[in-house]
């Protein structure tokens, strides 16, 4: 699993429960002021902040797939356009890492919503609308300003390993998995084996080769 620290019981309970009661919610337009809310006002660097995002969209989702879908969709597409006078706020992110645990907290949650997706709608969404935008918030945190750079980060990695895991076994759970070709499934293991072959020769025990064996 990725390096995040889980919140505290407390907060863990306010989170599931903010996400059973946006699932329950019949008021789409407050569900989606809700989360829109929750995914601007969010304190990225914090890593209980994090994980309470996750859970409170990964939530929703188990009776509202496509309004959560579409909400993270449109917040990624928010991320990619740059002004001239965010520039300078943007070059500060990447410094910083802020804009690197935004890509991977968002990827973890497409995959969450993944799992807690019911079953009869996920085939219909998990290329188009998760995997592709999972593998696009993973290609943007390779890049410095637009510029693709090697991905020494090792966080990210791991991320990507558990979305990976986590959509795998959300297919495995539907009822046509066996029919179901998934035509991301060649780039996804060729990652994999990418990160195998970057691992150090002398070291046979290492956070993404452990990650592997789950």
Do not use: W
């Not at 879908?69 to 917040?75: A, G, R």
């Not at 910083?96 to 019911?118: C, D, E, F, K, N």
């Not at 791991?158 to 979305?163: A, E, S, V």
Request: aromatic share 8%; with cysteine; glycine share 4%.
């Amino acid at each position: 699993m990725a390096s995040y620290a889980s919140p505290s019981l407390e907060k863990s309970f306010l989170y599931k429960a903010l996400g059973t009661s946006l699932a329950v919610c019949q008021d789409l337009v407050h569900i989606k002021s809700q989360l829109h809310q929750f995914l601007t006002a969010t304190d990225y660097m914090e890593a209980p902040e994090r994980q309470g995002v996750i859970s409170i969209l990964a939530l929703s989702a188990e009776s509202h797939l496509d309004l959560t879908l579409n909400t993270l969709q449109e917040f990624g597409d928010a991320m990619s356009k740059v002004t001239i006078p965010g520039f300078i706020s943007r070059l500060k992110d990447y410094h910083h890492g802020r804009r690197g645990q935004i890509h991977s907290t968002l990827m973890l949650t497409y995959s969450s919503v993944a799992v807690h997706a019911p079953k009869e709608q996920l085939l219909s969404r998990v290329e188009a609308d998760i995997t592709k935008n999972i593998l696009l918030h993973y290609r943007a945190s390779c890049q410095v300003l637009g510029i693709t750079v090697a991905n020494k980060d090792m966080n990210l990695k791991l991320t990507l390993i558990q979305n990976v895991m986590e959509i795998s076994c959300a297919i495995l759970e539907t009822r046509d998995s066996q029919e179901f070709e998934f035509s991301y499934k060649l780039e996804l293991l060729g990652y994999m084996l990418d990160f195998i072959k970057m691992e150090p020769l002398d070291s046979l025990t290492s956070p993404v080769r452990y990650q592997h064996s789950h």
